[in-house]
């Protein structure tokens, strides 16, 4: 294989584990400040994705036709602030209340929030059982490096979704929610103790992973121009790996989770030329095996050390 | 009587059937430093859970600073200037020294996320000035502990990391302090060491009340005013150390010492 195709289907791979990325951060700061897993959050992801797409068509109805770096903005905008709000509203009236109860009952509650949203999407958006193309706003054209192709969408989601990992990164450690949010993880009572408001900092880290889950949504509409109600299963499912993977509770872990499972994906691939429709099926088997080999992911939150 | 500070009345906490804290009367003056001593199930610690609202009395009330406090959930106590320590440590052993010290004064922080984006010059102004205090206060204690801002608070020894707990605990300035063993772990000299560094500090903050659970004896009669002696959640007596150690209740429930 040459080097050019090698960098293309890097280059893809990278878009993908953007994608898988934003998704698994939010499984893991949720799993990080109350110890559940939110099984409606690849729903979530879909659910974004149409509200940009419902977005987009009320702006054009409304302005006739919109500047197409507007509507990006506007769309990408619009979905992230509209799931940050259903997160949160989803963590005070679905999660916190069941706080004390056993954590398989949050599982139960969202795996079923999940298939509330996904079944209302079908029923209710207008043919919403059909595949819907997803508006493409971004520039077509594309720049020749070599025999290597870079098209400019590419490029820009690309970016979007590294501004967006590195944005968490800089909230996540340098600002005061950032703080409460890694107490609040570590240990909710001193957090509490040292003044933190804990119910505030979980809606604002449940409003947070959901606002990345539309912008997953988002970005994966404008790259694949398609979007469909059933979308948030498989996005779910790889971003939970994902941040199984890199150990849950480690929002770096699941970075790296994400970009894993893209790279999985991608060598399935090109390894088996014939039989690429087999990549999920390959890279499910490689997560199966990485979880034998390291049960804990591969940055386990450490246990907290008892003095 | 010293001006009132906390003033707890009648304070009853029940575990199921047994009564954790039984009608306990306590009452804290400014600048007082009080050391709470009794036998292990007491009731030192769940007083000091009753005073910052991690668990809420069946029965009494808690007023600090001229305001009932009783039914405050923690975060709130933590507002009005009562500050811990945990008997076991807990730091946040993944976090920095300089970001478990910035928990204690989570409250007064600028750096929210428009500040990230907007206002970075004043922020990195601001943080500085947050680091001096913290390495200021820190220098009271250790002289290697104010370079060591950076580093996980699970990297420290154990003397260390209560150095840096009780540093969490006076960032914020508190008007009360409530030390739950702060020996429990270190030797001794240790102890004793701990125990002048933080003479020391109360020197500069004359205001500042402390109430003090401790085992060693030593240490109780070297820094408290007064000595409250607990049993089965009630106060068996109070005084000074000489009246408190001379007590015969004191003697059998507490020392052990049988009356010859």
């Known amino acids: 294989m040459d080097l050019a195709l090698l960098a293309q289907h890097a280059l893809n791979g990278a878009m993908l584990g953007v994608i898988y990325a934003l998704v698994a951060v939010g499984f893991t700061l949720f799993f990080g400040v109350l110890d559940v897993i939110k099984f409606s959050h690849g729903d979530v992801v879909m659910l974004g994705a149409f509200t940009g797409l419902a977005t987009s068509i009320g702006l054009s109805s409304a302005f006739g036709s919109v500047p197409p770096w507007i509507a990006v903005i506007v769309i990408t905008l619009t979905a992230v602030a509209a799931m940050a709000l259903v997160g949160a509203l989803m963590a005070k009236f679905l999660v916190l209340p069941l706080h004390k109860a056993p954590t398989l009952n949050v599982l139960l509650i969202t795996l079923m929030a999940g298939t509330v949203i996904r079944e209302s999407v079908r029923l209710f958006y207008p043919q919403g059982s059909n595949p819907k193309p997803f508006p493409r706003l971004l520039p077509d054209g594309a720049v020749n490096l070599g025999r290597l192709t870079l098209r400019f969408d590419s490029a820009i989601l690309l970016a979007i979704g590294v501004i967006a990992i590195v944005g968490v990164h800089l909230l996540i450690t340098r600002t005061r929610l950032g703080l409460a949010i890694r107490a609040v993880a570590q240990d909710p009572e001193t957090a509490s103790a040292m003044g933190i408001p804990f119910q505030a900092t979980v809606l604002a880290t449940f409003a947070l992973g959901s606002g990345l889950a539309a912008l997953a949504g988002v970005v994966n509409g404008l790259y694949y121009s398609e979007v469909n109600f059933s979308m948030g299963l498989l996005l779910g499912a790889i971003g939970f790996s994902a941040a199984v993977i890199g150990g849950l509770g480690n929002v770096y872990g699941a970075i790296l989770g994400g970009f894993i499972f893209a790279a999985l994906q991608t060598i399935g691939a090109v390894a088996l030329p014939i039989a690429s429709a087999y990549k999920d099926v390959f890279a499910f088997g490689a997560v199966i095996a990485l979880m034998a080999w390291k049960p804990a992911g591969l940055l386990a939150e450490r246990s907290a050390e008892r003095v | ?260």
Not at chain 2, 14 to 41: K, M, Q, S, T, Y
Not at chain 2, 176 to 192: F, I, K, Q
Not at chain 2, 200 to 208: I, T, Y
């Open chain 2, 1 to 260: 009587m010293s001006t009132a500070l906390l003033d707890a009345t009648g304070l009853s906490v029940r575990f199921g059937g047994v009564r954790a804290l039984d009608g306990l009367d306590l009452h804290v003056g400014e600048g007082e430093v009080i050391g709470l001593i009794g036998p292990n199930g007491s009731g030192k610690t769940t007083f000091f859970n009753t005073l910052t609202g991690f668990v809420f009395p069946a029965d009494g009330r808690v007023t600090f600073a001229g305001e009932d406090i009783t039914a405050l959930p923690a975060r709130e106590v933590a507002k009005r200037g009562i500050a811990r320590t945990f008997q076991r440590l807990r730091l946040l052993l993944e976090l920095s020294v300089f970001d478990n010290l910035m928990l204690g004064q989570h409250l007064s922080l600028d750096h929210g996320v428009w500040a990230n984006i907007v206002a970075r010059g004043g922020l990195r102004r601001s943080l500085e000035k947050q680091r001096e205090t913290a390495r200021a206060l820190l220098r009271y204690f250790s002289d290697s502990l104010p370079d060591r801002l950076s580093e996980p608070a699970g990297s420290l020894t154990m003397i260390d990391r209560r150095r840096v707990e009780v540093c969490r605990a006076l960032i914020r300035d508190p008007k009360l302090l409530l030390l739950d063993e702060p020996s429990a772990g270190m030797t001794p000299d240790e102890t004793r060491e701990l125990m002048q560094d933080l003479q020391s500090v109360k020197a500069e903050r004359p205001a500042l009340a402390v109430v003090l659970i401790e085992h060693d004896m030593e240490v109780i009669e070297s820094v408290s005013h007064r000595c409250v002696v607990l049993d089965y959640g009630r106060k068996l007596c109070e005084g000074s150390y000489s009246e408190v150690s001379q007590d015969p209740a004191v003697r059998r429930a507490y020392l052990g010492v049988e009356d010859e």
